[in-house]
Each structure stands twice: as structure tokens, then as C-alpha cells.
Nanobody, 125 residues
Framework: QVQLVESGGGLVQAGGSLRLSCAASGRTFSSYTMGWFRQAPGKEREFVAA????????DYADSIKGRFTISRDNAKNTVYLQMSALKPEDTAIYYC??????????????????WGQGTQVTVSS
């Protein structure tokens, strides 16, 4: 059974940094795409970043490009989202997700097979 557990959220001032972690278990993830999404109150869940677990190639939403970095640690079976230069509009619940089969970078939530429970990120102005 696949399990994704996010951690690292919290309250930070604008301009600050946070690193989110997503610990994955239950399968071998080498063929997976791992993604980060976020959902602000009253808004739809939106794509943030994705990484191909095997090759480490990445894809980013334009809204966070240059500020956020997605990476993975194969030995720890963990995916990270390093967030810098945070803005109040980055406030949201951040979710980790896994897609088993697509060779492209999925950018909609419906293309992902597994989800974590989410971690809250709040950026104060």
C-alpha cells in the first residue's frame, strides 16, 4: 500500500524559506512521477512542481519558477520542495502526490494516483 506523508509546513514571514518533505513508502518508486500541489482556501488544487524519480528531471509551474526547487533522495525515499522568497499568496495546504504510469509530467490532480494528507504553509506579510 502506497503511503505519502508530508511534513515541514509552518508559519513564515514573507521573503522567508521552508523545506517540505514527502516520505514515500509501500512500493518501488523508480518509475514514478512525484508531484507537489497546493490548495488555498476557496481555490482549486493547483500544480506546483513534479520530478521524475529515476532521472530527476523536473517541471515547475510558472508562478513559482525560480523560487521553489523540487528534489528527491533515493536512499531515503523522500521528495523535497525547497521554497524560498515566499509570498503571502503562497499560503496554502501543500500536497505530495504520485503518478505511476505517465511518461510526461502530469499537471492536473486527476492524473495522480496517490496523495498525502497535506501540510499547511502560511506566509505572513
Amino acid at each position: 500500500q502506497v503511503q505519502l506523508v508530508e511534513s515541514g509546513g509552518g508559519l513564515v514571514q514573507a521573503g522567508g524559506s521552508l523545506r517540505l518533505s514527502c516520505a514515500a513508502s509501500g512500493r518501488t518508486f523508480s518509475s514514478y512521477t512525484m508531484g507537489w500541489f497546493r490548495q488555498a482556501p476557496g481555490k482549486e488544487r493547483e500544480f506546483v512542481a513534479a520530478i521524475k524519480w529515476s532521472a530527476g528531471n523536473t517541471d515547475y509551474a510558472d508562478s513559482i519558477k525560480g523560487r521553489f526547487t523540487i528534489s528527491r533522495d533515493n536512499a531515503k525515499n523522500t521528495v523535497y520542495l525547497q521554497m524560498s522568497a515566499l509570498k503571502p499568496e503562497d499560503t496554502a495546504i501543500y500536497y505530495c502526490a504520485a503518478d505511476m504510469s505517465r511518461i510526461y509530467y502530469p499537471r492536473t490532480m486527476y492524473e495522480y494516483d496517490y496523495w498525502g494528507q497535506g501540510t499547511q504553509v502560511t506566509v505572513s506579510s
